[in-house]
């Protein structure tokens, strides 16, 4: 359903893949297109929706890393692509892929970054430590390797202690040490036993 600058598409029956059109509804303030069967790539055309505020993709079938463009939806406070890796219903998918660009810095109004259950890898760019609006971050449950960008004494998240919600894989597995050093998160997880557990007092 098309609302005046909402796209709503969630728990249809839509397949196929999201069309490069979708760049020219650029009145959207808000797309939402979770729990659908829709498979591809996001295409690199969905940064050209200049008004977004609100992208949740959650629980879909897309595969492939961020487009570039995603970095120009500056705008954006609301990312949900969260629990889109799939092996158990076709169509299957590995979900998000790919690293994290240091471009996310000009993505300055992001408060709720959720991608977890997807396929991610790579380092974090320190650069997304610096966003000052973050307030939810689940990074949990992808392959990110190496420390946090947020636990630096002068990150704009650490200095909201009790107010934000950090996950990433930095639970100690039973057989490797954590994927990734994080001692700010206040949830640790380790993928391969599928378990969180709280990481603050």
């Known amino acids: 359903m ?13 397949s196929g893949t999201l069309p490069t059109e979708i760049g020219k ?16 790539e996001i295409p690199n055309e969905i940064g050209n929706l200049e008004n977004l505020e609100i992208l949740i993709i959650h629980g879909s079938r897309y595969s492939g890393p961020l487009p570039p463009n995603f970095y120009n939806l500056d705008r954006l406070t609301d990312f949900f692509a969260n629990d889109i890796q799939n092996n158990d219903t076709a169509p299957v ?7 994290i660009s240091a471009d996310i810095s000009k993505m300055t109004n992001l408060q709720f970054f959720l991608i977890h259950g997807n396929s991610f890898t790579g380092e974090l760019p320190d650069e997304f430590g610096d966003l000052p609006n973050l307030d939810f971050v689940y990074l949990n449950f992808n392959m990110f390797n190496g420390t946090a960008p947020f636990c630096d004494s002068v990150s704009p998240l650490l200095k909201r202690v009790g107010e934000y919600q950090l996950q990433m894989d930095c639970l100690d597995s039973d057989s490797a040490p954590a994927l990734v050093e994080c001692s700010c998160c206040d949830v640790c997880c380790d993928d391969s036993r599928e378990l969180c557990l709280n990481n603050q007092p």
Do not use: A
Not at 2 to 14: K, M, R, T, V
Not at 25 to 40: A, K, P, R, W
Not at 93 to 99: A, C, I
């Open 25 to 40: 509804l650029t009145q959207l303030t808000t797309f939402h297109n979770s729990n659908t069967i829709i498979t591809g």
């Open 93 to 99: 998918t590995t979900g998000l892929s790919g690293t």
């Open 2 to 14: 098309i609302l005046s600058d909402g796209l709503f598409l969630q728990n249809s029956p839509f």
